[in-house]
Every structure is written in C-alpha cells, then in structure tokens.
C-alpha cells in the first residue's frame, strides 16, 4: 500500500501473534463486516534486548521497511523511542510519562509541525486494577491520545486492537507504531 493511501485510512485493527522468542504483530485495514482487510504493517519485536527496538515492514515478508522505533537509552524511565520512515528519516517520537503512568498510563507523542499529544488510559478503575491485582492484568485498556486517535483493547485471549485516526495530519506511521509499543512496552 503506498503512503498516500495508507495516510487516508481512518481505523487500523492491530493483532499480536504469539510466538516464543519475538513478539509480532500484524496491522491491517478493516473491511466493511468488521474483519480484518488488506495487511498495512508487520511489525517484530526481539525478546530480552537492552535496547528497544521494533521494525515495522510492509508486510510478512519483510522486505521493505516501512518504519521502526528505537529507544534512546537502556533504561527507558520517559526517555523515549525515535520513530523513522523506511529510509531512516526521523518521522516523530514518543515518551512514556513515567510520573503520571505510576497508576495511570500516560505516554506523550510528538510529530513536527504539530502540537504535542498526550494519550492516557481512559479508565483509571481498569489502569489500578490491572496494576495491583495480578490476576486481572488481562483487562483490556483503552488509550485516548486528545482528538487525535484512540487504540482500544479488544476483549478475547488474543491481543487485538482498534485504532480510530480522527486527525487527518497524523502520520499513520507514527500511529502504527505508538499503537504496537502500547502492547510491547505498556508493563515495562
């Protein structure tokens, strides 16, 4: 899918695919019955690194790269993860607001030209819940990045996600890839 067409999308569905040593995870539109459509984005995430790094690629072959995100440092208490185009041009960057996510989960995402958003989980009973109580951390979250867009968690024993994209100028990169890291790096 070019770009042109993939920044005209409004709603992504976003499933995570369990495997042993990586986490994958596999972005496609939405079809008018709700089921998933054409695949967008596949993303891999490397197990027990130091530093973070995820590749999303166009699709399963991972021949071309559409975008990755990497940590800045080791240890990531809100130093934040650069997110780059296929061709390595930085595209945006977001931080978790490791104060503000100590009961409820707040991360900030920047794109130039446009003001800073903030997403937080919607609900602060599900965030504490899921906090202290182990055997519930399957709850599902809901994150609300302003008017921007929304990633809602599917209820189900897989992980699987609605993205709505309500900001037209909103890289769709950048939202793939704060949408994954919701999932890979939320209980770090």
Same mark, same amino acid.
């Given at each position: 899918?070019?770009?042109?067409?993939? =920044?005209?999308? =409004?709603?992504?569905?976003?499933?995570?695919? /369990? &495997?042993?040593?990586? $986490?994958?995870?596999?972005?496609?539109?939405? $079809? @008018?019955?709700?089921?998933?459509?054409?695949? /967008?984005?596949?993303?891999?995430?490397?197990?027990?690194?130091?530093?973070?790094?995820?590749?999303?690629?166009?699709?399963?072959?991972?021949?071309? +790269?559409?975008?990755?995100?990497?940590?800045? $440092? /080791?240890?990531?208490?809100?130093?934040?993860?650069? /997110?780059?185009?296929?061709?390595?041009? @930085?595209?945006?960057?977001? %931080?978790?607001?490791? #104060? =503000?996510?100590?009961?409820?989960? &707040?991360?900030?995402?920047? =794109? @130039?030209?446009?003001?800073?958003? &903030?997403?937080?989980?919607?609900?602060?009973?599900?965030?504490?819940?899921?906090?202290?109580?182990? *055997?519930?951390?399957?709850?599902?979250?809901?994150?609300?990045? #302003?008017?921007?867009? *929304? +990633?809602?968690?599917?209820?189900?024993?897989?992980?699987?996600?609605?993205?709505?994209?309500?900001? @037209?100028?909103?890289? %769709? %990169?950048?939202?793939?890839?704060?949408?994954?890291?919701?999932?890979?790096?939320?209980?770090?």
């Amino acid at each position: 899918m070019d770009l042109h067409t993939l =920044q005209a999308q =409004q709603r992504l569905l976003v499933r995570q695919k /369990v &495997t042993m040593m990586v $986490n994958r995870y596999v972005v496609c539109l939405e $079809n @008018p019955d709700g089921s998933e459509g054409p695949m /967008v984005a596949f993303a891999e995430q490397k197990r027990m690194t130091l530093k973070e790094q995820v590749t999303l690629y166009t699709d399963e072959s991972r021949s071309q +790269v559409l975008a990755a995100f990497k940590a800045r $440092n /080791v240890i990531d208490l809100g130093s934040g993860y650069d /997110v780059f185009d296929g061709a390595g041009r @930085p595209i945006g960057l977001f %931080r978790k607001d490791f #104060g =503000q996510s100590l009961l409820r989960s &707040t991360w900030h995402l920047d =794109q @130039p030209g446009l003001p800073t958003v &903030t997403g937080q989980e919607r609900s602060m009973l599900v965030s504490v819940l899921r906090r202290f109580v182990d *055997s519930l951390s399957w709850l599902p979250y809901h994150f609300d990045f #302003g008017e921007v867009f *929304s +990633v809602v968690k599917k209820w189900g024993l897989r992980d699987r996600y609605v993205v709505d994209i309500r900001d @037209p100028r909103i890289d %769709r %990169r950048l939202v793939i890839a704060m949408a994954v890291a919701l999932d890979a790096l939320q209980s770090r």
